[in-house]
């Protein structure tokens, strides 16, 4: 028997990172060793990272038999960019969609998502988030999350079928709610505790993870199944060199304008499972939006973009990725928001009011002048707009979704800019969550899954508008039943 003196021995060896692959091979191997790590030393589910997909896959696991599930977080606090989102969760609701006159159906979720992302997804996995989204959003629900009964379109969404929370800050209620479910579960989070690598026996068995703690200090957490759910890596320069050159070094992240370093989205996650012999995705598909400035509704059709000039230069309904190329012809990085008092304002509008990110004028002359603006130019920029929303029609840039015109005011306008806001690549992973080899070897990795933004392949080139949730959620609570149900030697519930 390998005692808890010689497992000790073998977590004291990772004094460094280099020492990290030889050292944990000894330690690897005591797991699996017969009658070896004592049981309460050895965790059914480990989950890397404490977002939506990794608190999702910690309930799950739960909820599916797991005894023992530990939640790794690098950070102090969990939430990871589920907290700083708006909140749209898309997914299919039959009552709120007659509420208002509409249908809606898993075909036309399923076309809306496969077309948007350019038909470069994984049909499986979009068919598998589309099917499951109505019983997360039950799931949900059952946590005690309260929804406004209204759908809403969210930005670059298609169609009118996102959720969000009766509450201002809809992705931070999220959080607690699963954070209580979790803990009330029996669920334990190690917050400042940073994954570093898989580990794997002589017999290329997970086993574990070798991590730095808060301490700073390296150790081994051994488990019988790993879920990756440590986010994208939007915030790692390197990994953004290597994979999308083509996007601006200067851009920042929505999650931390200005301040790069304190993005967790550092491709922790990826980094590890590559190195582990699996399976990449769309790595190429990096997705920038502008969020942060003169931005403040959560859905499309009842603003306008201006050029520094005044003059509209796009689309305002459009894939993100087609409104950034349009504004990259103009030759300006900036552009202007203008909405008026009649929309429907999302949950950071204070904020960026307080800010002076946001301000309001009475007239249109006011607006003119406080953008810098001839007055004429912006008169019929407005005119021509709500020309087009009157008629349905617009010959400029051929938008064909209209809520309102601009005609009510205060109008609120500001600048803004794009910034990096998700990684639509990612490991590759089964509808199972089973994180996939590297096609070389083919098949699976045992014991590993994923979930959210670390996986790639869900969402193609592009991610519509309300999906980022409603992936982390669908495919963390699918990551985490299967790594209980691994754990206790059953297979994959699909299976």
Not at 308 to 335: C, H, I, K, M, Y
Request: hydrophobic share 45%.
């Amino acid at each position: 028997m390998i005692s808890r003196r010689s497992i000790a021995g073998a977590s004291l060896a990772l004094l460094s990172l280099a020492a990290l692959p030889q050292a944990s091979r000894a330690a690897a191997d005591a797991v699996s060793s017969e009658g070896g790590v004592p049981p309460d030393e050895v965790w059914d589910v480990l989950v890397v990272g404490a977002g939506a997909a990794g608190l999702a896959a910690a309930v799950a696991a739960k909820e599916a038999g797991a005894k023992r599930v530990l939640v790794l977080e690098k950070q102090a606090l969990a939430g990871g960019h589920m907290i700083v989102s708006s909140g749209m969760l898309n997914a299919l609701d039959s009552e709120g969609q007659a509420r208002a006159g509409r249908r809606d159906s898993a075909e036309q979720f399923f076309r809306d998502t496969f077309e948007g992302g350019g038909m470069a997804a994984d049909p499986d996995l979009v068919l598998r988030m589309v099917n499951e989204s109505g019983a997360v959003f039950g799931w949900l629900k059952g946590m005690g999350l309260e929804f406004d009964p209204k759908l809403y379109e969210a930005y670059t969404g298609v169609y009118p079928r996102a959720h969000r929370t009766i509450w201002a800050r809809s992705g931070m209620e999220y959080g607690w709610k699963l954070m209580a479910r979790a803990r009330a579960l029996g669920a334990v989070v190690r917050y400042r505790t940073r994954a570093e690598r898989l580990l794997f026996n002589a017999r290329g068995e997970l086993t574990g993870v070798g991590v730095w703690d808060a301490a700073l200090a390296p150790h081994v957490v051994f488990a019988r199944s790993v879920v990756l759910a440590a986010g994208g890596f939007g915030a790692n320069l390197a990994m953004r060199a290597r994979w999308a050159p083509a996007i601006p070094r200067e851009l920042d992240t929505t999650y931390s304008p200005g301040h790069l370093k304190e993005d967790p989205a550092t491709g922790d996650a990826v980094r590890m499972a590559e190195q582990a012999g699996a399976a990449l995705a769309g790595m190429e598909h990096v997705l920038a939006i502008p969020f942060w400035g003169g931005r403040v509704l959560d859905y499309p059709g009842a603003e306008i973009f201006l050029t520094n000039d005044g003059l509209r230069f796009t689309d305002e309904t459009a894939a993100w990725d087609e409104v950034f190329a349009d504004l990259a012809q103009t030759g300006s990085g900036e552009f202007w928001v203008v909405t008026d008092s009649s929309s429907h304002k999302g949950a950071n509008f204070a904020a960026k009011v307080q800010q002076g990110l946001v301000s309001s004028a009475a007239t249109l002359d006011e607006l003119a002048h406080r953008m810098s603006v001839p007055k004429s130019v912006l008169e019929e920029s407005v005119r021509r707009y709500n020309e087009a929303w009157r008629k349905k029609s617009d010959p400029d840039f051929g938008r064909t979704r209209f809520l309102q015109g601009l005609s009510d005011p205060p109008y609120y306008f500001g600048r803004e800019r794009f910034e990096i806001h998700y990684t639509c690549g990612g490991v590759a992973i089964t509808p199972e969550a089973e994180v996939k080899r590297a096609a070389a070897a083919g098949g699976v990795i045992p014991g590993l899954f994923a979930a959210g933004e670390t996986t790639g392949g869900v969402h193609g080139k592009f991610r519509l508008g309300g999906n980022g949730l409603l992936d982390a959620f669908v495919f963390g609570r699918i990551a985490g039943a299967n790594a209980a149900h691994f754990a206790a030697g059953r297979p994959a519930a699909g299976d």
